[in-house]
């Protein structure tokens, strides 16, 4: 495999006070961790990708076919009941990039700038298990069974809440509000004021010599 790339992970700018509050048991805290009730629509639009991406992995290597982007896309599009994009890939490897591995394509593909599309059908996808801790992230290659897929929910989840949360704060100084709750203030619009995840290109814009692969930990 070629040389890993560090991709910038999405990390809140300070802790997460709905998850850390001692006013919130253990058991309700766990119950919040996949509150999908507490991110926009787009974020839980990603949830549904990665749950449909696990099962497209599963039922590939039952199949014992390449989990290629053109092979994976139909599968988690009829899961999630909306079309799998690279950008959705790219995104999901962005912020959970221990998890979720994006690798170079194992045939030959033409490099013709001209046919970006046609390369990332090519692009390899692979699901890795992670236990994330205060410190370090821990893994092991091609996870898929259920207590992996939860893990890796679980670790997308609180990335994407820590996104939000970062959202609100930056609203809350640009408002100029005063606000000490545990949810978001009520003036906040989950749709009109979080920001998009980004999705860093797959392929830089002049044709390289290999595939940039996002991949971190």
Same mark, same amino acid.
């Given at each position: 495999? %070629?040389?890993?790339?560090?991709?910038?992970?999405?990390?809140?700018?300070?802790? *997460?006070?709905?998850?850390?509050?001692?006013?919130?048991?253990? @058991? =309700? &805290?766990?119950?919040?961790?996949? #509150?999908? @009730?507490?991110? +926009?629509?787009?974020?839980?639009?990603?949830?549904?990708?990665?749950? =449909?991406?696990?099962?497209?992995?599963?039922?590939?290597?039952?199949?014992?076919?390449?989990?290629?982007?053109?092979?994976?896309?139909?599968? *988690?599009?009829? *899961? &999630?009941?909306?079309?799998?994009?690279?950008?959705?890939?790219?995104?999901?490897? @962005?912020?959970? %990039?221990?998890?979720?591995?994006?690798?170079? %394509?194992?045939?030959?593909? %033409?490099?013709?700038?001209?046919?970006?599309?046609?390369?990332?059908?090519?692009?390899?996808?692979?699901?890795?298990?992670?236990?994330?801790? #205060? /410190?370090?992230?821990?893994?092991?290659?091609?996870?898929?069974?259920?207590?992996?897929?939860?893990?890796?929910? =679980?670790?997308?989840?609180?990335?994407?809440?820590?996104?939000?949360?970062?959202?609100? /704060?930056?609203?809350?100084?640009?408002?100029?509000? /005063?606000? #000490? =709750?545990?949810?978001?203030?009520?003036?906040?619009?989950?749709?009109?004021?979080?920001? #998009?995840?980004?999705?860093? +290109?797959?392929?830089?814009?002049?044709?390289?010599?290999?595939?940039?692969?996002?991949? /971190?930990?």
């Amino acid at each position: 495999h %070629p040389p890993r790339q560090k991709a910038e992970l999405l990390r809140p700018t300070e802790p *997460v006070r709905i998850m850390a509050s001692a006013k919130i048991s253990a @058991s =309700g &805290a766990e119950a919040l961790r996949f #509150d999908r @009730s507490l991110l +926009p629509v787009l974020h839980n639009t990603l949830m549904d990708m990665l749950q =449909g991406l696990e099962q497209a992995l599963n039922l590939l290597a039952i199949r014992r076919t390449t989990p290629e982007f053109c092979a994976v896309k139909p599968i *988690v599009s009829s *899961v &999630a009941k909306r079309t799998f994009t690279v950008k959705h890939l790219s995104q999901l490897a @962005s912020i959970i %990039p221990e998890a979720v591995a994006i690798l170079p %394509p194992t045939s030959r593909v %033409p490099l013709d700038s001209r046919k970006i599309n046609r390369r990332s059908d090519h692009l390899v996808i692979r699901l890795d298990d992670v236990e994330e801790s #205060d /410190s370090h992230c821990h893994r092991s290659q091609n996870r898929l069974e259920p207590a992996a897929a939860r893990a890796r929910r =679980g670790l997308l989840h609180t990335r994407l809440l820590a996104h939000v949360q970062n959202c609100h /704060s930056r609203y809350l100084r640009r408002e100029c509000h /005063s606000y #000490d =709750g545990l949810l978001w203030h009520k003036a906040f619009d989950l749709e009109r004021h979080v920001a #998009d995840i980004p999705a860093p +290109p797959l392929y830089p814009e002049a044709p390289p010599a290999e595939v940039r692969t996002i991949r /971190s930990c």
